[in-house]
């Protein structure tokens, strides 16, 4: 289970003409504005990634208006691992449960999520919310992570884990974001 003081969530490379050409990507987008939404919400850190923003350009506005209090992490590498900024940042945040979501599932995001769970992490993919070009090519991201054990999710489940409990102020807003 999750654990909101053990978890940081990982966006992975929703930029540019990319994020709009990627399978079923107005409900990717939908479904990253709840997650980010509500990570903000529990106060769950976010590493916000960008695959070589000059040229793939930058993330879109439906999400950069919810990462406000966040600044992107440039790469060049396909496994944010290989990027000594975003280690450095994962490493100051100090948690141990990873939540990774963006595109593309079959690279960037299965590339940065299989190196961490190599480096111990415990990493769970948001299967509603990472896409690919192709939806063979998703399914192929998903089933490879998988294999070395990482857990499928979903932004209800990740959202709901993270609260533990009804009746808060949280879960009511919660709730305003899911619906």
């Not at 990462?67 to 490493?91: G, Q, V, Y």
């Not at 595109?103 to 961490?116: K, N, P, R, S």
């Not at 993919?125 to 998703?138: P, Y």
């Not at 991201?141 to 533990?164: A, D, H, Q």
């Amino acid at each position: 289970m999750l654990k909101r003081e053990d978890t940081v969530f990982v966006l992975v490379d929703v930029q540019g003409k990319l994020a709009r050409t990627v399978h079923k990507s107005e409900q990717l987008i939908q479904q990253l504005e709840k997650l980010i939404a509500g990570m903000n919400l529990l106060r769950v850190p976010t590493l916000w990634l960008e695959q070589y923003p000059k040229g793939l350009g930058e993330t879109v506005p439906e999400l950069t208006k919810h990462l406000e209090k966040n600044t992107p992490i440039e790469k060049i590498t396909f496994s944010a691992c290989k990027n000594d900024d975003f280690m450095n940042e994962l490493e100051r945040v100090k948690r141990k449960q990873i939540v990774i979501a963006g595109i593309e599932t079959h690279v960037c995001v299965y590339q940065t999520a299989a190196e961490l769970k190599a480096l111990t992490y415990e990493v769970q993919v948001v299967e509603d919310a990472v896409s690919s070009r192709t939806l063979s090519n998703k399914q192929i991201g998903l089933e490879k992570m998988k294999s070395l054990g990482i857990k499928g999710t979903s932004v209800e489940m990740v959202l709901y884990e993270l609260m533990e409990k009804a009746g808060t102020t949280e879960f009511k807003e919660i709730v305003k974001i899911i619906k």
